[in-house]
């Protein structure tokens, strides 16, 4: 059984910076794309960044283009976001996502086959 796991969220202060963690585990674990999505209550479901696993290219949400870096360790089936610059409209819960083949649309959450259970990130005024 395939699991993704979060960790790192919290709270910071606006400008403030934190690192969130989806580490993935199971032998059937297989990945060709790699996604945080997080949500606010009451939205829908967003996309922040993407990463493929073997070539490590990316993509981001305008929202947080320059502020956000996704990052990948395959050693460790680990993929990382590093947030920086945090702002209040960046609260919400953080959800890791996987994609075992390659995706047509990163920022389409029905498109990966396993997401974690999330992570709080609350960024204060």
């Known amino acids: 059984q395939v699991q993704l796991v979060e960790s790192g969220g919290g709270l910071v202060q606006t400008g403030g910076s934190l690192t969130l963690s989806c580490t993935a585990s199971?032998?059937?674990?297989?990945?060709?794309?790699m996604a945080w999505f997080r949500q606010a209550p009451g939205t829908e479901r967003e996309f922040v960044a993407a990463?493929?696993?073997?070539?490590?290219?990316?993509s981001y949400a305008d929202s947080v283009k320059g502020r956000f870096t996704i990052s990948r360790d395959v050693a460790k089936n680990t993929v990382s976001l590093q947030m920086n610059s945090l702002k209040p409209e960046d609260t919400a819960v953080y959800y890791c996502?996987?994609?075992?083949?390659?995706?047509?649309?990163?920022?389409?959450?029905?498109?990966?086959?396993?997401w974690g259970q999330g992570t709080q990130v609350t960024v204060s005024s």
């Open positions: 990463i493929t696993w073997i070539a490590g290219s990316t």
């Open positions: 996502a996987s994609r075992k083949f390659p995706v047509t649309r990163v920022d389409n959450p029905y498109l990966y086959d396993y």
């Open positions: 199971g032998r059937a674990f297989s990945t060709h794309t």
